[in-house]
C-alpha cells in the first residue's frame, strides 16, 4: 500500500508546478500537462517516487544512521523542525553555514564550545564571571544555538540529506555530492534534479504539499526505528536465554553423569557380592 495517495496529494496541492517559462527541461519526465501557462506535475510519478525514497530512508533508520533534515524557507522551516524532532533526527531550518558537511570539524568544534558553556553555567564557574564576559558568552551561546542547535547530536557525517527546494538548497546539495552522500529531495518544475538522488516531485512552496511529503517520509523513518527498536529487545532476550540453556544443557549433563557414577558404583557392589558368595561356596 502506498504512503500516500492520488487525491491526498491532489488536495495538499502537490500537483502545482512552476510558470512554464521558469521550467527546467531536466524536469519534463515529471510533468503531467500545461495548464494557464503553469506546470502541472504528474501525482502519479509522485506517489511512486515517495514510496521509493520512503524505504530506502526507513532501512537508513533501521540500520541506525542519521538523516539531515534541510528547509531554511519560511513555509516549510517550522514543519520539517517538528517533524525531524519527532523521529529524532537533525536538522538546519536556519541559514545554512557553508563547509557544515565538508568541513564538519570545524562545525563540531563550534557545537563542543555550546556544549563547554552549558557545563560552565551547571558547574559554577560562569557564575565568577565579569558582568561583559556573561554578556558575551551568553550572546555566542544563543548564535550557536539559532544556527547549530538542532545538530547537537550529530558526532559524524549524516548518511543522507533531506532537503525541501533544492534550488534554494543549492549549497547543501553540492557538499553532499562532493561526499557521496545521498540526497532526497522535494523537486519543483524549477529545479535541477540531476544532482539528487531520490527526486520527490513536488510543490515545494505550498505549506500544505511540503507537510504531507515530509510527514510521509517521517513516518516511514519512524516506523524504522521501531523494527530497530524491537530487533534489539529480541536480540537482548536471546542473550539472556543463552546462558540459561547452557545452565540447563550442564546440569542436564551432570545428572547423567551422577546418574552413570551411582549405575557403575551398584555394578561394583553386584560384582564383588557375587565373588564373595563364590569364594563361601568353594
Not at 542519521?66 to 514543519?79: D, E, G, M, R, W
Not at 541559514?95 to 562545525?107: D, K, Y
Request: hydrophobic fraction near 40%.
Amino acid at each position: 500500500m502506498s504512503r500516500v495517495n492520488f487525491d491526498q496529494l491532489l488536495e495538499a496541492g502537490v500537483h502545482f508546478g512552476h510558470l512554464k517559462r521558469k521550467w527546467n527541461p531536466a524536469m519534463a519526465p515529471y510533468i503531467f500537462m500545461e495548464r494557464n501557462g503553469i506546470h502541472i506535475i504528474d501525482l502519479h510519478k509522485t506517489v511512486a517516487k515517495v514510496d521509493e525514497a520512503a524505504e530506502v530512508m526507513k532501512n537508513l533508520a533501521k540500520s541506525g544512521k542519521k538523516i539531515l533534515f534541510v528547509a531554511t524557507k519560511k513555509q516549510a522551516k517550522q514543519i520539517v523542525a517538528d517533524k525531524a524532532t519527532s523521529v529524532g533526527m537533525p536538522f538546519v531550518i536556519e541559514r545554512w553555514p557553508g563547509g557544515m558537511l565538508t568541513n564538519f570539524p570545524t562545525i563540531r568544534k563550534a557545537i563542543k564550545k555550546m556544549t563547554t558553556i552549558d557545563k560552565m553555567t551547571k558547574d559554577g564557574t560562569f557564575d565568577n564571571l565579569s558582568k561583559r564576559e556573561k554578556l558575551q558568552i551568553t550572546r555566542q551561546r544563543a548564535k550557536l544555538e539559532k544556527m547549530l542547535g538542532s545538530i547537537i547530536d550529530l558526532t559524524r557525517l549524516p548518511s543522507a540529506l533531506f532537503v525541501v527546494d533544492v534550488m534554494k538548497e543549492h549549497i547543501a546539495v553540492r557538499e553532499a555530492n562532493r561526499l557521496g552522500i545521498p540526497v532526497f529531495g522535494m523537486v519543483d518544475t524549477n529545479s535541477d534534479p540531476n544532482s539528487i538522488d531520490f527526486v520527490i516531485p513536488a510543490n515545494d512552496d505550498a505549506t500544505k504539499s511540503v507537510e504531507v511529503i515530509v510527514g510521509a517520509v517521517c513516518e516511514a523513518i519512524n516506523e524504522g526505528l521501531q523494527e530497530r527498536k524491537a530487533e534489539k529487545i529480541d536480540s537482548e532476550a536471546a542473550e539472556e536465554a543463552t546462558p540459561r540453556r547452557e545452565r540447563k544443557a550442564k546440569a542436564t549433563v551432570k545428572k547423567e553423569r551422577t546418574k552413570k557414577e551411582d549405575d557403575d558404583a551398584l555394578n561394583a557392589n553386584v560384582l564383588d557380592k557375587v565373588a564373595k558368595d563364590i569364594e563361601i561356596g568353594e
